[in-house]
């Protein structure tokens, strides 16, 4: 069973649906012992970082999304879980989990491409230049668009953990990972057959990295 965490954060009924269409058992939960019992965990989300974590905080879902991690668990974050697993955010100056060290930036709010003046948030989409090997993301071809909503992006510390940039004005992480957790800051579940493409490799995935 895959356990799709539930912390006030929407976004939830579609990853959801996504599981269905690919046959497979998931529950939309903020029981600890179901996310701890599950084989898999999906951390999704949109909204404001502070509010997140203080929802998170709240449910006590901040330390047990600590030792899924531990654990070894198979662990996907989707928008605001990609970014809410760094350290800190400029958003609301809010503390992270820290499963992965870094930070959450937000655009520059004068962005361009070429003389054209980028709108913020990034909203649409876009392709994924895969930097390194991942078994999340075999198969992406370099044509394939995911779509985004987000005016803030993942900046781990180390360049080891970026998998995958876009292009935007400037190039940001996008996917990010350490061992068994990946996170992504598109919407695989939005993102037609190619996001059901990855979400199909995390369900299979043992949570091992090649890195």
């Known amino acids: 069973m895959i356990a799709i965490v539930d912390y006030k954060a929407g976004n939830l009924r579609s990853v959801a649906r996504v599981l269905e269409k690919l046959d497979v058992p998931c529950r939309i939960t903020h ?7 599950a084989e898999r965990v999906i951390f999704p989300g949109v909204g404001a970082a502070g509010q997140a974590m203080a929802d998170l ?5 901040d330390r047990v999304l600590g ?11 989707i928008c605001l879980g990609a970014q809410i697993i760094l350290d800190r955010s400029e958003e609301d100056g809010a503390k992270g989990l820290g499963l992965i060290s870094g930070e959450v930036k937000r655009f520059p709010t004068r962005l361009f ?7 913020i948030p990034h909203m649409g989409w876009n392709r994924v230049d895969v ?3 991942h078994p999340v993301l075999e198969g992406i071809e370099s044509e394939d ?11 781990p510390a180390s360049r080891s953990r970026i998998i995958g940039v876009t292009e935007y004005g400037m190039g940001f992480p996008s996917v990010i990972g350490q061992a068994n957790l990946i996170a992504m800051q598109f919407h695989p579940e939005k993102s037609g057959n190619p996001g059901l493409h990855l979400i199909h490799n995390f369900c299979r995935w043992d949570g091992q990295d090649v890195e």
């Open 31 to 37: 029981d600890p012992g179901e996310i701890l019992g």
């Open 67 to 77: 030792r899924v991690f531990e654990k070894g668990t198979p662990f996907l974050g």
């Open 113 to 119: 491409s070429g003389t054209e003046r980028l709108k």
């Open 57 to 61: 905080t709240h449910l006590g879902l």
């Open 131 to 133: 930097m390194r090997r």
């Open 145 to 155: 668009e995911f779509y985004f909503v987000h005016a803030y992006y993942p900046m």
